[in-house]
């Protein structure tokens, strides 16, 4: 849609150094979250959100982290586990070309079908990537640097029928725990994988997406926009104000978390 192009060309657009560019494509990789199903990209396109709708922001924490494991010229592999197509499949693949050119393999995680509302497939990628290159311009640039990094190995696709199962990350099979624990970086996307990320748990207000996700084998940042009941560590005093306004704010997609654990790396 033109909204998609839109914040794609937005998104691309974003001038500065390192921890200015990955600060500012971080969110857009959230928000792209706000676009699925049930939240039409022609009333969410081109909104970043006010600073009311990110309930936590861990942002300058990854940033440190990412600044400081290129200092030490530490490029591991960062591995993204994709949510939907779409405008949010569009806003991860910036982010995405930008951990390239700066030294970063990346391995995407994706769906070997659709489950529930978390739907993008190796194909889905692919069919992206076409539609880029017929936009033509910088979104056919983006495509082609993406495809030259597939075909270096730099950037890998992957569907583990974990992503597909019922179990949680606590059960995370031994392949995946052996893969993650050489990464640099996770980067969990979406309401979906969250849930399973902290077990489905209703709301834990006093404990910390840090404790939660102190069992994981890397560092791992959450980018979730707020679509169901579970609530992990937004504390209390903002959690309150949000009932009494609204009851329903966590169904809505409006709010979202950027959330930072360091795992047992």
């Known amino acids: 849609s033109d909204h998609l192009w839109e914040l794609l060309d937005a998104a ?4 500065g150094d390192f921890a200015v560019k990955l600060f500012e494509l971080t969110g ?18 081109g909104q970043t959100a006010a600073e009311d709708d990110l309930l936590v922001d861990d942002r300058d924490r990854v940033v440190a982290y990412l600044d400081a ?6 490029t591991a592999t960062i591995h993204v586990v994709q949510d939907n197509t779409g405008t949010e499949l569009a806003m991860d693949l910036v982010l995405i070309d930008f951990l390239l050119a700066n030294g970063y393999p990346v391995m995407l995680h994706l769906k070997s079908h659709p489950t529930f509302v ?4 190796i ?6 990537l076409e539609a880029m290159t017929a936009r033509g311009d910088q979104a056919a ?5 993406l495809r030259l990094a597939w075909a270096e190995e730099r950037l890998r696709l992957a569907a583990h029928p974990f992503w597909v199962s019922s179990q949680f990350m606590r059960d995370l099979p031994a392949s995946l725990r052996q893969i993650f624990a050489e990464a640099t970086l996770v980067i969990l996307k979406g309401d979906v994988n969250y849930r399973r990320a902290v077990g489905d748990t209703v709301e834990w207000e006093d404990v910390s997406w840090m404790a939660v996700m102190e069992h994981f084998p890397a560092p791992i940042l959450a980018l979730r926009s707020i679509k169901c ?26 709010y979202g978390v950027i959330q ?3 795992g047992q790396s």
């Open 28 to 45: 857009f990789a959230l928000w792209g979250n706000r676009v699925d199903l049930s939240h039409p990209a022609g009333t969410l396109a």
């Open 12 to 15: 691309l657009a974003i001038e």
């Open 118 to 121: 978390s739907d993008t497939t």
């Open 69 to 74: 494991q290129r200092a030490g010229a530490n």
């Open 260 to 262: 930072w654990a360091e």
């Open 141 to 145: 640039a983006l495509a082609d640097r």
């Open 229 to 254: 009941d579970v609530v992990v560590g937004v504390p209390a005093a903002i959690t309150g104000p949000l009932d009494a306004h609204d009851p329903s704010w966590r169904l809505t997609g409006q």
């Open 123 to 128: 194909p889905d990628v692919w069919q992206m």
